[in-house]
């Protein structure tokens, strides 16, 4: 099955400065990677995604590249500010039916002011 | 619209005892989730039901059954608890293929068991 590992496990950046979260999965099937946040004491919420046809996605200070041949995908966060502090997720699995989604095991990023 | 709601919020239970997490959906989405939470290991799957009527094992299901009660309700229920299930469950639930495959997430349930 999927087996997504993700780095570092903590990041700490100075506000204003960029974050780059970086994740690599197993099974070349995979065509659907999401990135999750979750604030403290609350539930993850998709913050932007990115599919297997697609190299690089943007949403405002926010990209996600994706490498298909070396099976691995990373979170970009540029400008960063202290409402960035959270848990960060990626995850992969195969579209279509349930979204099985395998996670990566996390990075708590702390913005420092 | 409530989106995903989960019950209870929290729960202590001692080693042995039985409880079950209710969770429901007012999105008209197909498929249901139960993941589990637990400090450097992200979120685990355990049971999933891709729609009304199935059920289907994830990657740590056991010590755990489930039922798919309608399209809305999705219940993970746990026999006879153990401290290794000390843990924060989420439901989560996500609508037809056609759409994105976003998880909508419910707030969690922290259980812990002694």
């Known amino acids: 099955g999927e087996n997504v590992e993700q780095h570092p496990s903590t990041l700490s950046v100075q506000e204003g400065d960029s974050a780059v979260i970086k994740c690599t999965y197993s099974?070349?099937?995979?065509?659907?990677f999401p990135w999750y946040k979750q604030e403290l004491g609350k539930r993850p919420q998709l913050i932007i995604d990115i599919r297997s046809n697609v190299g690089e996605k943007k949403d405002q200070r926010i990209a996600v590249t994706l490498n298909k041949t070396a099976k691995h995908f990373s979170l970009h966060i540029t400008e960063t500010q202290p409402e960035d502090s959270a848990v960060y997720f990626c995850?992969?699995?195969?579209?279509?039916?349930?979204?099985?989604?395998?996670f990566g095991q996390g990075t708590r990023l702390t913005i420092n002011p | 619209n409530a989106g995903v709601t989960q019950t209870p919020k929290f729960q202590v239970l001692k080693t042995g005892q039985s409880m079950t997490l209710q969770c429901a959906q007012d999105?008209?989405?197909?498929?249901m989730y139960w993941y589990r939470q637990d400090p450097g290991m992200g979120l685990r799957l355990i049971y999933y039901s891709a729609s009304e009527g199935t059920t289907d094992k994830g990657e740590v299901p056991n010590g755990y059954n489930v039922s798919r009660l309608n399209k809305r309700e999705f219940s993970l229920r746990l026999e006879s608890a153990a401290p290794s299930q000390t843990s924060v469950y989420f439901c989560a639930s996500s609508g037809r293929i056609s759409n994105t495959g976003e998880l909508f997430f419910g707030e969690g349930s922290r259980l812990t068991v002694l």
């Open positions: 999105m008209n989405h197909n498929s």
């Open positions: 995850a992969a699995t195969i579209l279509g039916g349930a979204q099985k989604l395998v």
């Open positions: 099974d070349s099937a995979s065509n659907y």
